[in-house]
């Protein structure tokens, strides 16, 4: 308990300077949900058609349906993501989810469709750095999922770290960090590092620039002395709503 009591004031500390530092088109919170899916195509179809329902497309929610490629972790193949700017915004969301017909045939569908969860977690982002490019633009995104024991610490690292690397062409049109507050998403994970890009072809350009930076190698060792890696994968966006 004393663990999870400082580990829970340490997370609040850094939600207090996320709200501080995030540009104004960034999210507070972030619903995640991972799940393997064999059709795509009619799962895709599913949830285009809960979020076209009138009860949800009048509320003009920020969502993403993506592709996970790379993921060696679990059976996950594909991700969705609500973004809410607030605690009022998340919560009438989850009412409508679960009291609407648009909901009641969606969870209908995913039965049909034998649509798997495999996880199902609440981020907040830490810190966001917006470079170039809206959301819209920004369809692909390389993630780092790590368990870090003190934030306070590893946060400074990185966000020294990925500011470096912003002089380069391959450094990415955003990232950030988030925190995890609830659920789960695999054995011990409490951050998420990710990248955006405007296609695969970036992301891979990343990659390659990154792997071989001065930078990067002189960031590692701090990293690996103060975090554990968990697993990495990309995000490939399928479609999305209102993005901003």
Request: hydrophobic fraction near 40%.
């Amino acid at each position: 308990m004393k663990n999870f009591l400082i580990t829970t004031f340490v997370i609040t500390s850094f939600v207090s300077f996320a709200d501080d530092h995030l540009p104004e088109n960034f999210s507070k919170y972030q619903s995640n949900f991972l799940f393997k899916c064999d059709v795509p195509a009619k799962c895709l179809n599913a949830f285009n058609k809960y979020m076209n329902s009138p009860e949800v497309s009048s509320q003009n929610y920020e969502a993403d349906i993506y592709a996970i490629l790379h993921n060696g972790w679990d059976d996950a193949t594909h991700g969705i993501t609500f973004y809410y700017k607030d605690a009022d915004e998340y919560a009438k969301s989850n009412a409508i989810w679960a009291t609407s017909q648009a909901g009641k045939d969606l969870r209908k569908a995913n039965r049909m469709n034998k649509l798997e969860p495999v996880s199902e977690y609440l981020t907040v982002h830490t810190v966001g750095v917006q470079n170039s490019g809206s959301a819209a633009e920004n369809s692909v995104s390389l993630r780092w999922s790590l368990e870090v024991p003190d934030p306070a610490a590893f946060v400074p690292v990185w966000a020294a770290f990925s500011k470096s690397i912003e002089k380069y062409d391959w450094s990415g049109n955003a990232y950030g960090l988030q925190s995890h507050m609830l659920g789960n998403n695999g054995n011990g994970i409490t951050h998420e590092i990710w990248v955006a890009f405007a296609n695969q072809q970036e992301a891979l350009a990343f990659l390659d620039g990154m792997y071989a930076s001065k930078e990067f190698a002189e960031y590692i060792p701090k990293a690996n002395a103060l975090s554990v890696f968990k697993r990495s994968y990309m995000e490939v966006s399928l479609n999305m709503f209102n993005p901003d």
